[in-house]
Protein backbone atom coordinates (compact mmCIF):
# COMPACT_ATOMS: atom_id res chain seq x y z
CA UNK A 1 0.00 0.00 0.00
CA UNK A 2 1.51 3.22 -1.45
CA UNK A 3 1.53 6.28 1.16
CA UNK A 4 -1.19 8.32 -0.92
CA UNK A 5 -3.54 5.33 -0.17
CA UNK A 6 -2.75 5.09 3.24
CA UNK A 7 -3.10 8.81 3.73
CA UNK A 8 -6.94 8.49 1.78
CA UNK A 9 -7.72 5.12 3.99
CA UNK A 10 -6.87 6.74 7.46
CA UNK A 11 -8.36 10.19 6.24
CA UNK A 12 -12.01 8.62 5.58
CA UNK A 13 -11.32 6.61 8.77
CA UNK A 14 -10.87 9.35 11.04
CA UNK A 15 -13.43 11.38 9.11
CA UNK A 16 -17.38 11.76 8.91
CA UNK A 17 -19.19 9.98 5.77
CA UNK A 18 -20.99 12.63 5.18
CA UNK A 19 -22.65 10.31 1.64
CA UNK A 20 -25.83 10.17 3.53
CA UNK A 21 -27.09 13.43 5.63
CA UNK A 22 -30.11 14.04 8.12
CA UNK A 23 -31.60 17.64 8.01
CA UNK A 24 -33.85 18.85 9.89
CA UNK A 25 -36.21 22.05 10.57
CA UNK A 26 -39.11 23.42 12.59
CA UNK A 27 -41.60 26.02 12.25
CA UNK A 28 -43.13 26.27 15.07
CA UNK A 29 -45.98 23.65 14.10
CA UNK A 30 -44.07 21.18 12.22
CA UNK A 31 -41.15 19.48 11.98
CA UNK A 32 -39.52 18.44 8.46
CA UNK A 33 -37.10 16.10 8.39
CA UNK A 34 -34.89 14.55 5.26
CA UNK A 35 -32.36 12.54 4.20
CA UNK A 36 -30.11 13.88 1.23
CA UNK A 37 -28.43 11.18 -0.63
CA UNK A 38 -28.68 10.42 -4.00
CA UNK A 39 -32.30 10.61 -3.71
CA UNK A 40 -33.85 13.42 -1.45
CA UNK A 41 -36.49 11.42 1.39
CA UNK A 42 -38.74 13.70 3.18
CA UNK A 43 -40.98 13.25 6.06
CA UNK A 44 -43.13 15.92 7.76
CA UNK A 45 -44.23 15.42 11.60
CA UNK A 46 -46.90 17.55 13.54
CA UNK A 47 -45.30 18.96 16.51
CA UNK A 48 -46.88 22.09 17.30
CA UNK A 49 -45.17 24.23 20.41
CA UNK A 50 -42.85 21.34 20.78
CA UNK A 51 -39.18 21.94 22.69
CA UNK A 52 -36.28 20.80 21.39
CA UNK A 53 -35.93 17.45 23.02
CA UNK A 54 -39.39 16.40 22.08
CA UNK A 55 -38.02 17.14 18.10
CA UNK A 56 -34.93 15.42 18.96
CA UNK A 57 -36.59 11.92 20.08
CA UNK A 58 -38.93 12.80 17.14
CA UNK A 59 -35.99 12.44 14.52
CA UNK A 60 -34.45 9.18 16.38
CA UNK A 61 -38.15 7.83 15.96
CA UNK A 62 -38.15 8.67 12.28
CA UNK A 63 -34.41 7.35 11.47
CA UNK A 64 -35.23 3.91 13.10
CA UNK A 65 -38.98 3.82 11.28
CA UNK A 66 -36.96 4.54 7.96
CA UNK A 67 -34.08 2.23 8.90
CA UNK A 68 -31.47 5.34 8.00
CA UNK A 69 -28.23 4.18 8.71
CA UNK A 70 -26.38 7.25 9.30
CA UNK A 71 -26.38 9.15 12.57
CA UNK A 72 -25.19 12.43 10.73
CA UNK A 73 -27.74 15.53 11.37
CA UNK A 74 -28.31 19.35 10.74
CA UNK A 75 -30.65 21.18 12.09
CA UNK A 76 -31.70 24.74 10.98
CA UNK A 77 -32.60 27.11 13.58
CA UNK A 78 -35.61 29.60 12.62
CA UNK A 79 -34.68 33.27 11.80
CA UNK A 80 -35.51 34.26 15.38
CA UNK A 81 -34.09 31.16 16.91
CA UNK A 82 -30.38 33.04 16.85
CA UNK A 83 -28.62 36.05 16.25
CA UNK A 84 -27.72 36.96 12.74
CA UNK A 85 -26.18 39.82 10.76
CA UNK A 86 -24.74 40.82 7.73
CA UNK A 87 -21.91 43.41 7.29
CA UNK A 88 -19.07 44.86 5.10
CA UNK A 89 -15.98 43.96 6.09
CA UNK A 90 -14.49 47.16 3.38
CA UNK A 91 -10.87 47.56 4.53
CA UNK A 92 -10.95 45.41 7.65
CA UNK A 93 -7.86 42.69 7.39
CA UNK A 94 -8.28 38.91 7.40
CA UNK A 95 -6.80 38.43 10.32
CA UNK A 96 -8.99 40.80 12.52
CA UNK A 97 -12.06 39.48 10.78
CA UNK A 98 -12.58 36.60 13.60
CA UNK A 99 -11.95 39.19 16.42
CA UNK A 100 -14.07 41.14 15.36
CA UNK A 101 -17.09 38.52 14.91
CA UNK A 102 -16.29 37.27 18.63
CA UNK A 103 -16.93 41.05 19.71
CA UNK A 104 -20.34 41.03 18.13
CA UNK A 105 -21.21 37.65 19.44
CA UNK A 106 -20.54 38.78 23.05
CA UNK A 107 -22.12 41.70 22.68
CA UNK A 108 -25.23 39.97 21.21
CA UNK A 109 -25.47 36.37 23.59
CA UNK A 110 -23.33 37.24 26.15
CA UNK A 111 -19.22 36.33 27.16
CA UNK A 112 -19.39 32.75 26.73
CA UNK A 113 -21.30 33.15 23.29
CA UNK A 114 -21.22 30.00 20.21
CA UNK A 115 -20.38 32.17 17.40
CA UNK A 116 -19.15 31.23 13.90
CA UNK A 117 -19.33 33.32 10.70
CA UNK A 118 -19.03 32.74 6.86
CA UNK A 119 -17.11 35.84 4.31
CA UNK A 120 -18.49 36.44 1.16
CA UNK A 121 -16.78 38.70 -1.27
CA UNK A 122 -16.87 41.90 0.56
CA UNK A 123 -18.80 40.76 3.31
CA UNK A 124 -19.41 38.80 6.15
CA UNK A 125 -22.64 36.27 7.28
CA UNK A 126 -22.74 36.08 11.14
CA UNK A 127 -24.46 34.54 13.91
CA UNK A 128 -24.83 33.57 17.00
CA UNK A 129 -26.36 31.72 20.39
CA UNK A 130 -26.09 32.18 24.44
CA UNK A 131 -24.02 29.29 25.52
CA UNK A 132 -26.69 27.84 27.55
CA UNK A 133 -29.17 27.30 24.48
CA UNK A 134 -26.26 26.01 22.44
CA UNK A 135 -25.43 23.51 25.39
CA UNK A 136 -29.62 22.58 25.48
CA UNK A 137 -29.71 21.87 21.70
CA UNK A 138 -26.43 19.76 21.60
CA UNK A 139 -27.59 17.60 24.59
CA UNK A 140 -31.09 16.91 23.28
CA UNK A 141 -29.85 15.44 20.46
CA UNK A 142 -26.88 13.02 22.10
CA UNK A 143 -29.84 11.82 24.66
CA UNK A 144 -31.30 10.32 21.45
CA UNK A 145 -28.22 8.97 19.72
CA UNK A 146 -28.07 11.65 16.85
CA UNK A 147 -25.00 13.02 15.90
CA UNK A 148 -25.51 16.89 15.47
CA UNK A 149 -22.87 17.62 12.82
CA UNK A 150 -24.97 21.36 11.66
CA UNK A 151 -26.28 23.69 13.30
CA UNK A 152 -27.30 27.27 11.53
CA UNK A 153 -30.00 29.79 10.44
CA UNK A 154 -30.81 29.61 6.78
CA UNK A 155 -28.94 33.13 4.81
CA UNK A 156 -31.15 36.03 4.86
CA UNK A 157 -30.43 36.76 1.62
CA UNK A 158 -32.22 33.29 0.26
CA UNK A 159 -35.11 33.86 -1.46
CA UNK A 160 -38.38 34.40 1.04
CA UNK A 161 -40.43 31.45 -0.68
CA UNK A 162 -38.14 28.80 0.62
CA UNK A 163 -39.83 25.97 1.17
CA UNK A 164 -39.47 23.96 4.71
CA UNK A 165 -37.96 21.24 2.81
CA UNK A 166 -35.51 23.85 1.04
CA UNK A 167 -33.85 24.49 4.42
CA UNK A 168 -33.23 20.67 5.77
CA UNK A 169 -31.61 20.59 2.24
CA UNK A 170 -29.66 23.71 3.50
CA UNK A 171 -28.45 22.39 7.03
CA UNK A 172 -27.64 18.81 4.73
CA UNK A 173 -25.44 20.43 2.94
CA UNK A 174 -23.77 22.41 5.81
CA UNK A 175 -22.84 19.43 7.36
CA UNK A 176 -21.24 18.58 4.24
CA UNK A 177 -19.33 21.60 4.73
CA UNK A 178 -20.26 23.18 1.35
CA UNK A 179 -22.41 26.20 3.22
CA UNK A 180 -21.24 28.00 6.09
CA UNK A 181 -21.23 29.30 8.90
CA UNK A 182 -21.62 26.20 11.38
CA UNK A 183 -22.01 26.66 14.87
CA UNK A 184 -20.61 23.00 15.31
CA UNK A 185 -18.11 23.62 12.43
CA UNK A 186 -15.32 22.94 14.62
CA UNK A 187 -16.63 19.47 15.61
CA UNK A 188 -18.14 18.51 12.18
CA UNK A 189 -15.74 16.26 10.14
CA UNK A 190 -13.52 14.32 13.05
CA UNK A 191 -14.77 11.48 14.59
CA UNK A 192 -13.08 12.35 17.99
CA UNK A 193 -13.82 9.48 19.56
CA UNK A 194 -11.72 7.63 17.29
CA UNK A 195 -9.05 9.87 17.12
CA UNK A 196 -8.91 9.37 21.10
CA UNK A 197 -9.05 5.50 20.62
CA UNK A 198 -5.64 5.51 18.47
CA UNK A 199 -4.23 8.34 20.75
CA UNK A 200 -4.35 5.94 23.52
CA UNK A 201 -3.74 2.52 21.58
CA UNK A 202 -0.15 4.47 20.82
CA UNK A 203 0.26 5.55 24.10
CA UNK A 204 -0.27 1.46 25.50
CA UNK A 205 1.27 -0.14 23.08
CA UNK A 206 4.68 2.44 23.95
CA UNK A 207 4.07 1.80 27.69
CA UNK A 208 3.83 -1.96 27.03
CA UNK A 209 7.17 -2.22 24.95
CA UNK A 210 8.83 0.14 27.35
CA UNK A 211 7.25 -2.54 30.27
CA UNK A 212 8.49 -5.33 28.48
CA UNK A 213 12.17 -4.53 28.52
CA UNK A 214 12.54 -3.63 31.96
CA UNK A 215 10.78 -7.36 32.41
CA UNK A 216 13.04 -8.42 30.17
CA UNK A 217 16.25 -6.97 32.09
CA UNK A 218 14.76 -8.59 35.48
CA UNK A 219 14.13 -12.26 33.53
CA UNK A 220 11.19 -12.64 34.16
CA UNK A 221 9.98 -11.64 30.36
CA UNK A 222 6.36 -13.57 30.51
CA UNK A 223 4.67 -13.46 33.36
CA UNK A 224 5.46 -9.71 34.05
CA UNK A 225 4.33 -9.00 30.47
CA UNK A 226 1.00 -10.95 31.05
CA UNK A 227 0.48 -8.95 34.41
CA UNK A 228 1.38 -5.56 33.07
CA UNK A 229 -1.10 -6.42 29.96
CA UNK A 230 -4.27 -6.88 32.63
CA UNK A 231 -3.09 -3.49 34.41
CA UNK A 232 -3.21 -1.81 31.51
CA UNK A 233 -6.21 -3.33 29.99
CA UNK A 234 -7.88 -2.16 33.58
CA UNK A 235 -6.98 1.08 32.73
CA UNK A 236 -7.86 1.42 29.64
CA UNK A 237 -11.49 1.38 30.10
CA UNK A 238 -10.64 4.99 32.29
CA UNK A 239 -8.03 6.79 30.30
CA UNK A 240 -9.83 5.91 27.01
CA UNK A 241 -12.33 9.19 28.09
CA UNK A 242 -10.79 12.28 26.30
CA UNK A 243 -12.01 14.22 28.90
CA UNK A 244 -9.32 12.90 31.43
CA UNK A 245 -6.92 11.69 28.96
CA UNK A 246 -3.82 13.64 29.56
CA UNK A 247 -3.92 13.80 33.03
CA UNK A 248 -4.15 10.01 33.17
CA UNK A 249 -1.51 9.80 30.18
CA UNK A 250 0.82 12.14 32.43
CA UNK A 251 0.29 9.75 35.40
CA UNK A 252 1.03 6.64 33.96
CA UNK A 253 4.26 8.06 32.55
CA UNK A 254 5.30 9.19 36.25
CA UNK A 255 4.70 5.58 37.30
CA UNK A 256 6.18 4.10 34.22
CA UNK A 257 9.84 6.27 35.17
CA UNK A 258 9.30 5.09 39.22
CA UNK A 259 8.82 1.33 37.85
CA UNK A 260 12.06 1.69 35.22
CA UNK A 261 14.57 2.44 37.93
CA UNK A 262 13.57 -0.93 40.31
CA UNK A 263 16.40 -3.21 39.88
CA UNK A 264 14.98 -5.71 42.55
CA UNK A 265 12.75 -8.10 41.75
CA UNK A 266 9.24 -8.28 39.59
CA UNK A 267 6.55 -8.82 42.30
CA UNK A 268 8.01 -5.65 43.49
CA UNK A 269 7.35 -4.06 40.29
CA UNK A 270 3.80 -5.55 40.65
CA UNK A 271 3.14 -3.98 43.97
CA UNK A 272 4.40 -0.81 41.98
CA UNK A 273 1.98 -0.99 39.27
CA UNK A 274 -0.95 -1.85 41.71
CA UNK A 275 -0.13 1.57 44.09
CA UNK A 276 -0.34 3.51 40.97
CA UNK A 277 -4.26 2.24 40.00
CA UNK A 278 -5.62 2.47 43.54
CA UNK A 279 -4.01 5.97 43.71
CA UNK A 280 -6.66 8.99 43.19
CA UNK A 281 -6.69 12.85 42.28
CA UNK A 282 -6.59 13.11 46.00
CA UNK A 283 -3.43 11.43 46.66
CA UNK A 284 0.02 11.76 45.62
CA UNK A 285 2.75 9.69 46.16
CA UNK A 286 5.91 11.21 46.40
CA UNK A 287 8.38 8.30 47.08
CA UNK A 288 8.33 4.77 46.93
CA UNK A 289 10.80 2.38 48.59
CA UNK A 290 10.41 -1.13 48.84
CA UNK A 291 12.52 -4.40 49.17
CA UNK A 292 11.16 -7.86 49.90
CA UNK A 293 10.77 -7.37 53.05
CA UNK A 294 9.58 -4.00 53.56
CA UNK A 295 7.25 -1.18 51.78
CA UNK A 296 7.48 2.27 52.42
CA UNK A 297 5.21 4.94 50.98
CA UNK A 298 5.77 8.68 51.22
CA UNK A 299 2.92 11.22 49.74
CA UNK A 300 0.45 14.21 50.07
CA UNK A 301 -2.83 14.22 50.38
CA UNK A 302 -5.81 16.88 50.07
CA UNK A 303 -7.60 15.72 53.48
CA UNK A 304 -6.92 13.32 56.67
CA UNK A 305 -10.02 11.27 55.47
CA UNK A 306 -8.66 10.75 51.48
CA UNK A 307 -5.34 9.52 53.36
CA UNK A 308 -7.51 7.28 55.40
CA UNK A 309 -9.07 5.61 52.59
CA UNK A 310 -5.65 5.60 50.32
CA UNK A 311 -4.63 3.48 53.30
CA UNK A 312 -7.35 1.23 53.23
CA UNK A 313 -6.91 0.75 49.33
CA UNK A 314 -3.10 -0.31 49.98
CA UNK A 315 -4.75 -2.99 52.95
CA UNK A 316 -7.22 -3.87 50.30
CA UNK A 317 -4.99 -4.43 47.17
CA UNK A 318 -1.03 -4.22 47.84
CA UNK A 319 -0.33 -5.19 51.48
CA UNK A 320 -2.58 -6.31 54.83
CA UNK A 321 -0.24 -5.54 57.34
CA UNK A 322 0.08 -1.74 55.75
CA UNK A 323 -0.22 0.79 58.66
CA UNK A 324 0.13 4.80 58.83
CA UNK A 325 3.47 5.91 60.53
CA UNK A 326 2.89 9.40 60.25
CA UNK A 327 1.11 12.00 59.10
CA UNK A 328 1.30 15.79 59.33
CA UNK A 329 -0.47 18.91 58.08
CA UNK A 330 1.97 21.34 55.66
CA UNK A 331 1.74 24.98 55.34
CA UNK A 332 -0.09 24.69 52.07
CA UNK A 333 -3.40 23.05 53.88
CA UNK A 334 -2.49 19.29 52.59
CA UNK A 335 -1.63 16.60 54.93
CA UNK A 336 2.09 15.02 54.27
CA UNK A 337 1.73 10.99 55.12
CA UNK A 338 4.28 8.08 55.40
CA UNK A 339 2.71 4.66 55.17
CA UNK A 340 4.82 1.31 56.14
CA UNK A 341 3.82 -2.04 55.39
CA UNK A 342 5.30 -5.80 55.55
CA UNK A 343 3.70 -7.61 52.67
Not at 56 to 75: D, H, M, N, P
Not at 99 to 115: C, E, I, N, P
Not at 250 to 274: F, G, Y
Request: hydrophobic fraction near 50%; charged fraction near 25%.
Amino acid sequence: MGFETFLAAATKFFREDTSEVVGAYFDGMKLFVARLTEKFETVELDAEYAEIEQLAEKISLTYKQRGWSTSSVGFCLQDGDAVIYQMAVDNLPAKAIPASVKTWAVAQAGKDAVFAFKQVGDEIWMETLPRTRFDEICAAFKKFGLNLRGLSVMPSDSPAEVTPFGRTKFIAEVVRNKTAPNLLAAGSVWRWQRISAAVAAIFFIALTLATAKVFWDCNAASDALDAAKQAVNEINADVALKKSLDADIAELHRLNAIAAAQVDTPPILNRLIKLGRIADKTVRLTKIRADEKSLTLEGIAATPEAVKAYLARVKASVAQGARLENSAARDDGDIAFTIRAVP
